[in-house]
């Protein structure tokens, strides 16, 4: 079982950076490969980025390749999303996960979810 708590989100203008974090228990965390997703109103859940369990490989939808950058640290059971360059088309619920399989995370699909952190953009 693996529990996963975001934080970071907030209020930000246009042209702005947050760093959004993902603190999960467990001791299996460095075998997961975690992910980060939004949900804007109205709209379904949308894949933001993925990192593999040994932090080798990163994937990025289209929308923010350039600008937000996924890492993680397997010692504090943490993975980060560091934004940048912030857009109004940003703003959403972030939530991150985490799966066995990473490609199940490009496909929208994970085992574990968390309860997800508001991120504002005002232009």
């Known amino acids: 079982q693996v529990q996963l708590v975001e934080s970071g989100g907030g209020l930000v203008q246009a042209g702005g950076s947050l760093r959004l974090s993902c603190a999960a228990s467990?001791?299996?965390?460095?075998?997961?490969?975690m992910g980060w997703f939004r949900q804007a109103p109205g709209k379904e859940r949308e894949f933001v980025a993925r990192i593999s369990s040994n932090r080798v490989t990163t994937y990025y939808a289209d929308s923010v390749k350039g600008r937000f950058t996924i890492s993680r640290d397997n010692a504090k059971n943490t993975v980060y999303l560091q934004m940048n360059s912030l857009k109004p088309e940003d703003a959403a619920v972030y939530y991150c996960?985490?799966?066995?399989?990473?490609?199940?995370?490009?496909?929208?699909?994970?085992?574990?979810w968390g309860q997800g952190t508001q991120v504002t953009v005002s232009s």
């Open positions: 996960a985490a799966d066995p399989i990473g490609m199940r995370l490009s496909n929208g699909r994970a085992d574990y």
């Open positions: 467990g001791r299996t965390f460095s075998s997961y490969a």
